[in-house]
């Protein structure tokens, strides 16, 4: 192999880990958004568990992350929670860059 190829494939190689890091913290932001709105509509407990399960399973309905807003913002809507689309949206950021770095900190002790 040239010295081209390797760096090809470790190109490849970490484009793939960094896929495999960015997907696993979306699951993993998601679960928090949804403890997070669980809390704010007022469900604890295994309830707020399940209700978590359901957030990161509409991110399954189509790419990218409307489909895990609607989900919030119509399930707050359902239930008379006061956050705006701002707020919402703030807190989906916020707690993606938490779950990048709980991701990135498991990697690192394997």
């Not at 938490?98 to 498991?106: C, D, I, P, R, W």
Request: cysteine-free; charged content about 40%; proline content about 1%.
């Amino acid at each position: 192999m040239t010295t081209f190829d390797d760096r090809e494939k470790g190109f490849e190689k970490k484009f793939a880990h960094d896929q495999e890091v960015r997907f696993r913290a979306t699951a993993r932001r998601n679960k928090l958004l949804g403890l997070w709105a669980a809390e704010k509509m007022g469900i604890t407990g295994e309830e707020a568990e399940a209700y978590a399960r359901t957030v990161v399973k509409a991110d399954l309905e189509e790419p990218g992350e409307e489909d895990v807003f609607r989900k919030i913002r119509g399930d707050f809507d359902a239930k008379g929670v006061d956050q705006s689309d701002h707020q919402i949206r703030r807190t989906m950021d916020e707690l993606m860059q938490v779950a990048l770095e709980q991701v990135q900190g498991e990697a690192g002790k394997s």
